[in-house]
């Protein structure tokens, strides 16, 4: 893994906002379109925000994300929801199509047909934006839960799987590691030094979700790390 470190979440959201626009950028120079999927959660707010504040042509973008919660798309808890009005809504130019996981919350056999429409309508992700969270997950990739334990899998050959979470609200739909992996470009973004902790000491610990992504010889994720 290379390790990109920095003195706090500003430097490094600067940092990232650069880096994604500039490799979108090069991909919509030899293609018709690019892709990028983001991660859920609070630790990616403050650059969807920088990066709805650039001046950068989104039409030929795809938008997605890594990972969502089984909830209405209003719902304060749906990811969809935060990445629409932080990111979405507030660019002034051109925007992304944006291609959700969640259409039908209360019946996971009709959602799949759809979630797995914005799969192919996205292909393989050219830029996948991971984050982690405090107990060792990314996506919605849990210690603990088998469904989990089967998206991690390079057994497991579909592109989404359903997951429980340990915490409200449980249902949850994430891409599958062998999915993510896919992506030209794997950025693990992070903050806090228990997270660093978690992947500077992985020998010291029991093993997490985050280890299949820190033992795959198949890839070299970015770290990109603040305090």
Known sequence: ???????????????????????LKKVLKK?????ILFSGGSTPIGLLKKLAEEDFNWENVK????????????DE?????????????N?????????PLVFNPKDESENISEAINSVNSIGNPDIVLLGMGGDGHFASLFPNDKKSTLGLSKEYPESLIY????????NRISHSWEYLKKADKLILFAT?????????KKEEREILPIDTLLNDTEIEPILYWAP
């Open 192 to 200: 806090g030094k228990s997270k660093l902790n978690i992947i500077e």
């Open 77 to 89: 808890y749906s990811n969809a929801r935060a990445l629409r009005t932080v990111f979405v809504q």
């Open 1 to 23: 893994m290379i390790n990109n470190f920095f003195e706090n979440k500003e430097q490094l959201e600067d940092k990232l906002k650069t880096i994604v626009l500039d490799y």
């Open 63 to 74: 938008v997605g994300l890594v990972d969502d919660r089984m909830v209405d798309l209003e």
């Open 91 to 99: 660019i002034k130019g051109n925007r992304p199509t944006f291609f």
């Open 163 to 170: 997951t429980t979470a340990p915490d409200h609200p449980t």
């Open 31 to 35: 293609k018709n379109s690019a892709s």
